[in-house]
T-cell receptor, first 115, second 111 residues
């Protein structure tokens, strides 16, 4: 059982380059999320998808786009990378039922550096 | 004002002592509260959740919630070196399944 799989694990980009971070979950979860984590800033929500076919902005969406390709996959795209987007990116998923106790399942993260 | 606030630490406690981690939140409509542990270079993992005022115990961990004071805490009894990690407080305001995280408190358990 793979859980939440993120690719790639590491990436170095030059300013202005584009790339897509891939995320897939095999737990039949409805909700999926993209967070970024910076030193001293905690986890900040970029975008989320409460269910297949829907996406919504989180706290820091500027410079990013997302696609909920199907129930399993939720990708994050940087159209024109900037040094401020250097961060660790985590994808997470969560079952349908809302409320207490519904844990987020995290992927292993992507370390992205933009030079 | 940040939605979820934590002291960044590091909080240093000796092995066997009680570690007390605190978190405050700004949204009075928040409904559920979570504590995640994150080891360096790893992804966060859930260790406790609580949604009613009072205490909730699970092994060496106790979560405490006071909605009137907008305050949630995590107590770790008999702290072990393996508890050394960053502890993230997260709050669900009940809208659209979003969790808002604090910046985390780094805990160091010393021998």
């Amino acid at each position: 059982n793979a859980g939440v799989t993120q690719t790639p694990k590491f990436q170095v980009l030059k300013t202005g380059q584009s790339m897509t971070l891939q995320c897939a979950q095999d737990m039949n979860h409805n909700s999926m999320y993209w967070y970024r984590q910076d030193p001293g800033m905690g986890l900040r929500l970029i975008y989320y998808s409460a269910s297949e076919g829907t996406t919504d902005k989180g706290e820091v969406p500027n410079g990013y786009n997302v696609s909920r390709l199907n129930k399993r996959e939720f990708s994050l795209r940087l159209e024109s990378a900037a040094p401020s987007q250097t961060s660790v990116y985590f994808c997470a998923s969560r079952p349908r039922k809302a409320g207490a106790g519904e844990k987020l399942f995290f992927g292993s993260g992507t370390q992205l550096s933009v030079l | 004002q940040k939605e979820v606030e934590q002291n960044s630490g590091p909080l240093s406690v000796p092995e066997g002592a009680i570690a007390s981690l605190n978190c405050t939140y700004s949204d009075r409509g928040s409904q559920s509260f979570f504590w995640y542990r994150q080891y360096s270079g790893k992804s966060p993992e859930l260790i406790m959740f609580i949604y009613s005022n009072g205490d909730k115990e699970d092994g060496r961990f106790t979560a405490q919630l006071n909605k009137a004071s907008q305050y949630v805490s995590l107590l770790i009894r008999d702290s072990q070196p393996s508890d050394s990690a960053t502890y993230l407080c997260a709050v669900n305001s009940g809208t659209a399944s979003k969790l808002t995280f604090g910046t985390g408190t780094r805990l160091q358990v010393t021998l």
